[in-house]
């Protein structure tokens, strides 16, 4: 099963960019890169995902290498609620089998 | 719409018992996945059930089972209790036909003592 590295943590200041690095060098041609958050206390919850184009949504963008071995989940203007623990995970097509890795934990201060 | 619940949210068991949690997905959802996290090895897939079948199933012992009602209500069990069963199991759903995004529940906190 492919394999996520994400940076352990990182810090923002709030109103500001940040972006989250993600490396999936072993992705293979049929994995979707999908992205989660885990607020504290809570369930992970969905945020982005995409297979080879840059995607965008309301909650954040996702820009993904040409060679698909990294991405970046990018929120455009951190709030103190988006800190949370931040996961990208592989999943192989037509399969709901999600493997998160260790993800990174954002803390945004104001 | 109502969110994924499970219950109970907290439990206590000692060592060789067995435990069953149980998770509603939300209304019209047929998929449940279920995950184990815990400090030391994150978030772990345990297994997928589909309209009352299991469809994937993630690396863990047979001690950890589990099952889907008709109605796409799901309960995880887990037999002969280990010190190291203590997490925090999560379980998800998701609309027929879409792999995209998945709902989970808040967890229930087990504690194996």
């Known amino acids: 099963d492919a394999k996520t590295t994400q940076p352990n943590s990182m810090e923002s200041n709030e109103e500001e960019p940040v972006h989250l690095p993600c490396n999936h060098s072993t992705i293979s041609g049929t994995d979707y890169i999908h992205w989660y958050r885990q607020l504290p206390s809570q369930g992970p919850e969905y945020v982005i995902h995409?297979?080879?184009s840059n995607v965008n949504n309301r909650m954040a963008s996702l820009a993904i290498a040409e060679d698909r071995k990294s991405s970046t989940l990018i929120l455009h203007r951190a709030t103190l609620r988006d800190a949370a623990v931040y996961y990208c995970i592989l999943r192989r097509y037509n399969f709901n089998k999600f493997y998160f890795g260790s993800g990174t934990k954002l803390n945004v201060k104001p | 719409k109502a969110g994924v619940t499970q219950t109970p949210r907290y439990l206590i068991k000692t060592r060789g018992q067995q435990v069953t949690l149980s998770c509603s997905p939300i209304s019209g959802h047929r998929s449940v996945s279920w995950y184990q996290q815990t400090p030391g090895q994150g978030l772990q897939f345990l297994f997928e059930y589909f309209s009352e079948t299991q469809r994937n199933k993630g690396n863990f012992p047979g001690r950890f089972s589990g099952r889907q009602f008709s109605n796409s209500r799901s309960e995880m069990n887990v037999s002969t209790l280990e010190l190291g069963d203590s997490a925090l199991y999560l379980c998800?759903?998701?609309?027929?036909?879409?792999?995209?995004?998945?709902?989970f529940g808040p967890g229930t906190r087990l504690t194996v003592l």
């Open positions: 995409g297979l080879t």
């Open positions: 998800a759903s998701r609309g027929t036909g879409s792999y995209n995004e998945q709902f």
